[in-house]
């Protein structure tokens, strides 16, 4: 029996250290949180998609540039950490928090059912909804407009918008959305359906362009998106995004990069 009761308790004890060996509790709470481990290394990795300017892009010296660049930027001040971008397309994001090889993501990721149930978001930092990019003298100034209109759409997208919207449009395909803002630039559309911070950047650089329209859908909410179980460090980014929000800072921000002023209000109500 004693032999039974010493081998039981050593049996115990390999299950505890195998359990703390995987970061996480009883509860599915990470023991060891992000922030403690960034803290203490001075070292942020932070995931950016650097193929959707004005978000994020490399310039001539293959620097990363952006809006969410910039956000990253003021998280790793934020931290008093050495900042380091980890170059991310939209399927790769998830996959990267998962395996740890970024600290978080900062990459137009919106909150879905089917996100939350993988990683955690924290608030939102940017919203967005889907608006129309057309010539000034176009005459086009609602959805309505659109019908008898040739419309361009990237090929493989819903367009579920403009179909319900403006039945009677025309729907002209492209391969991307540059061809798509070039399309209306040279004649060839009238109008292109795409997310209006997007557009308001397109207008930026095209002054004969600018943004129309009421939203055509809900706004998308944008966040932060980490490791699922780390509240330790969800909490700081929350923290960081209400100030970046109330201080005005994120507002300046988006206005260097979109040229106009945040469409959507982001701060939480106490």
């Known amino acids: 029996m004693k032999k039974r009761s010493i081998y039981g308790l050593l049996g115990l004890a390999l299950v505890l250290a195998i359990t703390g060996c995987t970061g996480t509790g009883s509860s599915g709470e990470v023991e060891s949180s992000i922030l403690t481990k960034v803290v203490q290394s001075k070292k942020l990795k932070v995931g950016v998609i650097l193929s959707y300017p004005p978000f994020g892009f490399k310039d001539e010296q293959n620097n990363p540039q952006g809006y969410d660049v910039d956000i990253a930027k003021e998280l790793a001040k934020s931290l008093n950490a050495e900042l380091e971008i980890i170059d991310l397309d939209s399927s790769s994001r998830i996959p990267a928090i998962e395996t740890g090889k970024v600290d978080a993501v900062i990459g137009s990721f919106s909150r879905t059912y089917e996100r939350l149930q993988k990683v955690n978001v924290s608030d939102p930092y940017s919203a967005a909804s889907e608006k129309m990019l057309v010539k000034k003298d176009s005459g086009i100034e609602q959805v309505q407009d659109l019908n008898n209109r040739k419309v361009a759409v990237v090929k493989g ?3 579920q918008a403009v179909t319900e919207l403006a039945p009677q449009a025309q729907l002209a395909y492209f391969s991307n959305s540059a061809e798509c803002v070039l399309a209306v630039k040279n004649g060839q559309a009238d109008a292109f359906v795409e997310d209006e911070s997007f557009l ?4 930026k650089l095209h002054p004969e362009l600018k943004v129309a329209g ?3 859908i809900a706004p998308l909410y944008q966040g932060i998106a980490v490791r699922k179980g780390d509240q330790e460090w969800l ?10 929000n109330t201080q005005g800072t994120n507002k300046s921000l988006y206005t260097k990069w979109f ?8 701060n939480p109500q106490y």
């Open 157 to 159: 997208s819903t367009n």
């Open 200 to 203: 308001a950047y397109q207008a």
């Open 214 to 216: 009421d939203p055509l």
């Open 235 to 244: 909490n700081y980014l929350n923290f960081f995004v209400f100030q970046m």
């Open 259 to 266: 040229g106009i002023d945040p469409p959507y209000k982001l």
